[in-house]
């Protein structure tokens, strides 16, 4: 096995998960335009955080995970380090550059599928503050909106637990670790997905980002295709695309795992339809992962 492919979607209630630059009493949402329309995202980096505290929260006693020190540099020792190996790091050098290992886990964006214009509104926060006689305290305007995101994630499985070396002009991985201690790194991405909760601005919009449709891929060959699976107009999906797609990355994913809520497609029975027509079985999104986890471990790396 080469790679790992997910992808899903999440429906958010009312929050702000990431904020663009503002103003001093303007917290903006993050923003891209497509033909014109606003549609609300969620930066790369910070998903990549919030997959990260939530393995952190998880790690057992004897597991190890670093936490960057003032100048933003981990301890760069991807033997005993969960954090180093997965998300890899830069380090300045002197007279060499820098060290750098190149994350065999990447993050996407998440992107917005909804308008923003049509599904937010601006929340207007009161800082309270005691001084002199009375009360006070200054006005700060906050954007806020729901919508539904689709992030994805890609597994480079080779080079989890190993450093690429050239040997004889061929890249080789040096492994450090074994495949059982590979197998529980991968599966901590994996398992972070059910757990997401460090997200921004939760002390006061509180929201849920964990997957309500989930697609994930086993795969022979190392491909992100899968990302291209998910076309949402409104509350439909593209069950052509869906087709399409699967029907290709299923050429090289010798497993599929599928996981869907209840009534979260208009079209619900037809994407049902269609991955029963492709002996793909959809349960809901935890199992979904429960059982890909337990296919994880059966397997060889």
Same mark, same amino acid.
């Given at each position: 096995?080469?790679?790992?492919?997910?992808?899903?979607?999440?429906?958010?209630?009312?929050?702000?998960?990431?904020?663009?630059?503002?103003?001093?009493?303007?917290?903006?949402?993050?923003?891209?335009?497509?033909?014109?329309?606003?549609?609300?995202?969620?930066?790369?980096?910070?998903?990549?955080?919030?997959?990260?505290?939530?393995?952190?929260?998880?790690?057992?006693?004897?597991?190890?995970?670093?936490?960057?020190?003032?100048?933003?540099?981990?301890?760069?020792?991807?033997?005993?380090?969960?954090?180093?190996?997965?998300?890899?790091?830069?380090?300045?050098?002197?007279?060499?550059?820098?060290?750098?290992?190149?994350?065999?886990?990447?993050?996407?964006?998440?992107?917005?599928?909804?308008?923003?214009?049509?599904?937010?509104?601006?929340?207007?926060?009161?800082?309270?503050?005691?001084?002199?006689?009375?009360?006070?305290?200054?006005?700060?305007?906050?954007?806020?909106?729901?919508?539904?995101?689709?992030?994805?994630?890609?597994?480079?499985?080779?080079?989890?637990?190993?450093?690429?070396?050239?040997?004889?002009?061929? @890249?080789? +991985?040096?492994?450090?670790? *074994?495949?059982? !201690?590979?197998?529980?790194?991968?599966? /901590?991405?994996? $398992?972070? &997905?059910?757990?997401?909760?460090?997200?921004?601005?939760?002390?006061?919009?509180?929201?849920?980002?964990?997957?309500?449709?989930?697609?994930?891929?086993?795969?022979?060959?190392?491909?992100?295709?899968?990302?291209?699976?998910?076309?949402?107009?409104?509350?439909?999906?593209?069950?052509?695309?869906?087709?399409?797609?699967?029907?290709?990355?299923?050429?090289?994913?010798?497993? @599929?795992? +599928?996981?869907?809520?209840? *009534?979260?497609? !208009?079209?619900?029975?037809?994407?049902? /339809?269609?991955? $029963?027509? &492709?002996?793909?079985?959809?349960?809901?999104?935890?199992?979904?992962?429960?059982?890909?986890?337990?296919?994880?471990?059966?397997?060889?790396?």
């Amino acid at each position: 096995m080469r790679g790992i492919e997910i992808v899903w979607l999440s429906k958010t209630d009312l929050t702000n998960l990431n904020s663009g630059e503002g103003e001093s009493n303007f917290i903006d949402v993050k923003k891209f335009k497509k033909n014109g329309v606003e549609y609300p995202y969620v930066s790369g980096q910070a998903m990549r955080y919030y997959i990260k505290e939530a393995i952190r929260r998880n790690l057992d006693e004897n597991e190890f995970m670093c936490i960057p020190d003032d100048k933003g540099e981990t301890c760069r020792n991807i033997k005993n380090c969960i954090g180093c190996d997965l998300f890899g790091f830069m380090k300045p050098e002197k007279d060499v550059g820098a060290r750098t290992r190149v994350s065999p886990v990447k993050v996407s964006p998440a992107i917005g599928l909804l308008p923003f214009d049509e599904n937010s509104t601006v929340d207007f926060l009161t800082r309270r503050y005691r001084g002199g006689e009375k009360a006070e305290g200054d006005i700060v305007n906050v954007e806020i909106g729901v919508n539904i995101y689709k992030v994805g994630v890609a597994i480079d499985v080779k080079r989890v637990g190993g450093e690429e070396k050239i040997e004889n002009g061929t @890249i080789k +991985v040096d492994y450090c670790v *074994n495949n059982e !201690e590979r197998k529980n790194r991968i599966s /901590k991405v994996i $398992e972070s &997905l059910r757990y997401l909760s460090d997200y921004s601005k939760q002390a006061r919009l509180l929201t849920d980002f964990t997957p309500d449709f989930i697609i994930i891929a086993f795969q022979d060959i190392y491909s992100h295709r899968l990302q291209k699976t998910i076309d949402l107009k409104g509350n439909t999906i593209n069950v052509d695309l869906l087709k399409v797609i699967l029907e290709d990355v299923s050429e090289y994913s010798p497993k @599929i795992f +599928v996981g869907l809520v209840p *009534n979260f497609f !208009e079209n619900e029975e037809d994407v049902k /339809k269609l991955f $029963e027509d &492709l002996n793909i079985e959809v349960k809901a999104p935890h199992e979904a992962i429960k059982d890909a986890l337990s296919y994880l471990g059966e397997i060889n790396l």
